[in-house]
């Protein structure tokens, strides 16, 4: 039961977005309303995330976790979104609900802060919706801390409430 971890290709497209979808749904089914969740499919997922590939591919890295030839979970990384030259930020960390706890989410983290430190970054941002316990706690083993700044954003139709989070990279 082998986990790797590799730059995603063009192909690994609609199975990220699938995933992404399924990890959503499962994610934040008691923060947003199942039918937020359920206006996005897991193939129109997959057409979002291959129509941003050929402009950010550049800049942003998508790094995808297989486990015996099966995708398990992604990160992506790439410049902070406020603009700050030494920011990084952690934009998406999802893994397949069957994959949680397994260790896979931890192998990502440590595996994006060294992206992200290796890409010239001194610093990293990301975002959690408010509710997420699970992620926020996660995020805090992981040395995030809430910086404070809070949005709101989308997912689907629900407005959501998003807390950043902030650390020093090693």
Do not use: C, K
Request: no cysteine.
């Amino acid at each position: 039961m082998d986990l790797t971890l590799r730059p995603a290709v063009a192909g690994d497209l609609p199975a990220v977005g699938a995933l992404h979808q399924r990890s959503r749904v499962a994610a934040y089914r008691d923060l947003v309303p199942a039918e937020a969740l359920a206006a996005i499919s897991p193939e129109s997922m997959g057409r979002w995330w291959t129509e941003r590939w050929p402009y950010e591919r550049e800049t942003h890295l998508l790094t995808v976790a297989e486990r015996d030839g099966s995708l398990a979970g992604f990160t992506y990384v790439g410049p902070a979104e406020t603009g700050e030259p030494d920011v990084g930020e952690l934009y998406a960390i999802h893994l397949d609900p069957l994959e949680q706890g397994r260790g896979v989410g931890r192998a990502l983290m440590i595996d994006a802060l060294a992206t992200l430190h290796g890409r010239g970054w001194r610093h990293a941002v990301l975002w959690v919706l408010a509710g997420n316990e699970r992620a926020r706690r996660f995020y805090e083993r992981g040395g995030w801390r809430p910086d404070g700044v809070e949005r709101q954003g989308n997912i689907g139709p629900a407005v959501t409430r998003q807390l950043r989070y902030r650390r020093d990279l090693p």
